[in-house]
């Protein structure tokens, strides 16, 4: 674990502010950047695509200001980008900012992403060409028989790493599976491996823990916002680009849902439905995620930015 930069006399930590969809956590790692000198770096596998903006809930400019904002629009829609990607772009991020005397803040809510920093992972082993074979083998299976013989199967061999994965996520399912048949280990037993190695820097992950009613409250009203502000707009836009239905990207909430609308199945109303009780449901799985990491996430209580701000600095400043 590499703590000689100058930010680590001062801190012990470099905070992940993490939580559910919509409990605030960008205006408190915001807030945490202005007060400490600090610089943004986003943990949300699908603010990384350019152009999806509405959608998935980037930070506008007038939020951001001249905070500088790392790791989201890095890539085009449909391209993969794995926990690896990730890894790989985020932690020279984190390194160059560090080098500048500045403390880095994390923010996001995918769970494997902040799992990756806070406790490393290396997948620097395994035939990779093999597991490129056999992923293209298992696409063409999805392709001819659909993703539920290939979700019943990761349940039997891997049922931890299962209850992890939706069932329409083809792209994690065929992941797990391309990882068993290439390896002959379990996808869980890879990433159980992976952490031997250690984080390269020293996290602490501090999570906003509302009461559910009003968090869900605040999930349905988000999600009222986002109609207002151009989802329907910006999921026409990424029909045009004809990105493959399977790709990362139409997964996350509200262009699958939109898209529905716009092909006439469904009246706009039923589509913000969905969304809504999709993003509940999001949420509720984020926070399992998070709760089960134990006590290697700090609980904070939901307050304005400024104040947790300053408990969050309080923490992990070395006294």
Same mark, same amino acid.
């Given at each position: 674990m590499n703590t000689s930069f100058p930010v680590f006399e001062k801190y012990s930590y470099i905070p992940i502010i993490a939580g559910p969809t919509a409990s605030g956590k960008s205006a408190l790692a915001l807030e945490i950047c202005k007060t400490a000198d600090g610089e943004l770096v986003c943990a949300d596998s699908m603010q990384i695509y350019k152009g999806l903006d509405i959608g998935t809930a980037k930070d506008t400019k007038e939020e951001i200001g001249d905070i500088p904002h790392y790791m989201t629009d890095i890539v085009e829609p449909g391209t993969n980008f794995s926990v690896y990607d990730y890894l790989s772009a985020?932690?020279?991020?984190?390194?160059?900012?560090?080098?500048?005397?500045?403390?880095?803040?994390?923010?996001g809510g995918t769970g494997q992403y902040i799992s990756s920093l806070l406790y490393g992972l290396d997948y620097g082993t395994g035939d990779e060409d093999a597991e490129i074979k056999v992923t293209r083998e298992l696409t063409e299976e999805y392709e001819k028989n659909g993703i539920e013989p290939l979700y019943s199967r990761l349940k039997e061999i891997d049922p931890e790493a299962a209850a992890?994965?939706?069932p329409n996520n083809t792209r994690r399912v065929i992941r797990a599976l391309a990882v068993y048949d290439a390896l002959?280990?379990?996808?869980?037993?890879?990433?159980?491996?992976?952490?031997?190695?250690?984080?390269?820097?020293?996290?602490?992950?501090?999570?906003?823990?509302?009461?559910?009613?009003?968090?869900?409250? !605040?999930?349905?009203?988000?999600?009222?916002? +986002?109609? &207002?502000?151009?989802?329907?707009?910006?999921?026409k836009m990424l029909q045009s680009l004809n990105v493959d239905r399977t790709s990362t990207c139409w997964q996350a909430i509200g262009y699958k849902e939109m898209l529905k609308y716009l092909e006439g199945e469904e009246s706009l109303e039923e589509a913000a439905d969905r969304i809504r009780i999709g993003t509940r449901?999001?949420?509720? !799985?984020?926070?399992?995620?998070?709760?089960? +990491?134990? &006590?290697?996430?700090?609980?904070?209580?939901p307050d304005e930015p400024f104040v947790n701000a300053k408990k969050i600095l309080d923490l992990i400043t070395i006294k």
């Open positions: 985020a932690l020279p991020v984190i390194r160059d900012i560090l080098e500048r005397g500045k403390l880095p803040v994390v923010c992890n994965i939706e002959g280990m379990t996808f869980t037993e890879k990433n159980r491996r992976s952490k031997a190695s250690g984080p390269e820097y020293p996290f602490k992950v501090f999570m906003i823990d509302w009461d559910r009613e009003v968090l869900y409250d !605040r999930i349905n009203r988000r999600v009222g916002i +986002m109609i &207002e502000n151009g989802l329907v707009e910006e999921t449901h999001y949420a509720k !799985r984020q926070l399992t995620w998070l709760r089960s +990491m134990g &006590e290697d996430v700090t609980p904070v209580k």
